[in-house]
């Protein structure tokens, strides 16, 4: 099949934060021609050395906010597309102080569309499988491109605005845009706040993982190798207008998760803390990504999991100063919260 839409400069927000640094990666190493302006506030979330090693002809970084109307207009006028991961993207986070929500993932993106509007830029926006809500455990179903929206946590609505937005820009001013709405990503430089590095560092530290409720709520994994390839194959080959799922057939249970964790850094299958649950805790997330397969021919390559696990915890034993300085107020804000 050939590429409908070949980039030469992208903008990519978020870059320096978990699935965005990833991504820059990927293309740096799977795609020669295209140039990258990485724009990244570097919140608490993002770290510069999380782009160490892409080559400097490759990229170049800006420290700016996505609020910044100006600043996003003059990147969007030497740019010919946007890839657009920056956000606020923790959940309990969201739950305690929702503003900066609101503020990045709804205005923010608000802006960087008005500015895709004013030069014809080309803008994926990268969306969570969240904005669905949430499935029983015991329910058949997946979520498709045609589940309603149904977001539970300040978190998630605001990344249901911000796709929403992209919609109506699209309809109403014809901005060239797509949207994606992944599950749950792992791998290397994720944030010790999420939920498999927590437990990894945890062990690592001697402190006993923690696991939420009941521990059996479902999420469905996806390495952040296998959501980069996805997100190129969609920005370059999708369908403007239109909605893909991402995802890797990958539902598993936290604890069961926790279990693979402890099992593989040489603990015992009870060594971990029961914690009060999140409210409002979303119950089951899972992907039906037929529509990425069938149209666009895309296939995960990391679908070991157990693989991608082990690499995933040597990955946070060889990088400690990587997460060190970040794990006293991590733990200390989650023990505020009794979690
Ligand atoms: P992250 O928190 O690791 O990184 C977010 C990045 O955005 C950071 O580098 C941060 O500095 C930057 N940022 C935040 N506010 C900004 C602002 N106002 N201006 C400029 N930059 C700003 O997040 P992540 O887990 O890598 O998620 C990236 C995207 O993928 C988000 O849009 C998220 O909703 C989506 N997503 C994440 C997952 C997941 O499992 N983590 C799954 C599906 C979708
Ligand atoms: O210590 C913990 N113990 C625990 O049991 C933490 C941090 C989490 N959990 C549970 C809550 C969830 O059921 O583990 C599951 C995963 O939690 P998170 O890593 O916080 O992810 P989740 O809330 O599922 O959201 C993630 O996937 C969708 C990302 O953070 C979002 O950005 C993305 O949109």
């Known amino acids: 099949m050939s590429e409908a839409f070949s980039p030469k400069h992208i903008v990519v927000t978020g870059g320096a934060g978990f699935i965005g640094s990833n991504f820059v990666h990927w293309v740096a190493g799977n795609v020669p021609q295209v140039h990258i302006t990485v724009l990244d506030a570097l919140t608490y979330a993002g770290n510069l050395e999380n782009l160490e090693g892409v080559p400097g002809d490759r990229m170049d970084f800006v420290h700016g906010d996505i609020c910044d109307a100006p600043l996003v207009d003059e990147l969007f006028a030497k740019a010919d597309a946007c890839v657009h991961f920056a956000a606020e993207s923790h959940n309990d986070n969201s739950i305690t102080n929702p503003a900066p929500f609101v ?20 803008f994926h926006h ?13 329910d058949p179903a ?24 992209v919609r ?7 901005v060239a845009a797509t949207i994606s ?5 792992y791998g290397p430089r994720q944030h010790i706040e999420k939920f498999i590095p927590r437990q990894i560092t945890n062990i690592l530290c001697g402190i006993r993982p923690k696991l939420y409720g009941d521990g059996k709520n479902v999420r469905d994994w996806i390495h952040t190798e296998d959501h980069s390839s996805a997100v190129w194959e969609v920005l370059t080959r999708g369908r403007i207008g239109e909605t893909y ?40 997330y899972a992907i039906d990504s037929t529509k990425l397969r069938r149209e666009l021919g895309w296939q995960p390559i990391h ?16 990088n400690q100063q990587w997460w060190q300085g970040a794990k006293e107020a991590t733990e200390a804000k989650y023990a505020k919260q009794g979690q």
């Open 103 to 122: 503020r990045t993932n709804v205005e923010g993106t608000f802006t960087l569309l008005e500015a895709a509007r004013a030069h014809g830029t080309r």
């Open 126 to 138: 990268i969306s969570t499988d969240e904005v669905y809500g949430d499935l029983a455990l015991d």
């Open 245 to 284: 799922l991402i995802g890797a057939d990958g539902e598993r249970s936290n604890i069961d998760v926790l279990r693979a964790i402890l099992s593989e850094m040489g603990k015992e299958a009870d060594d971990f803390d029961w914690v009060r649950d999140r409210p409002g805790h979303d119950r089951r």
């Open 303 to 318: 679908t070991d999991f157990a693989q991608g696990l082990r690499q995933t915890i040597e990955w946070y034993r060889s």
């Open 181 to 185: 709405n992944c599950s749950n990503n």
């Open 142 to 165: 997946r979520f498709t491109e045609e589940t309603p929206y149904h977001p539970s946590s300040p978190y998630s609505s605001t990344k249901a605005s911000s796709d929403l937005l």
């Open 168 to 174: 109506a820009w699209h309809r109403t001013y014809g």
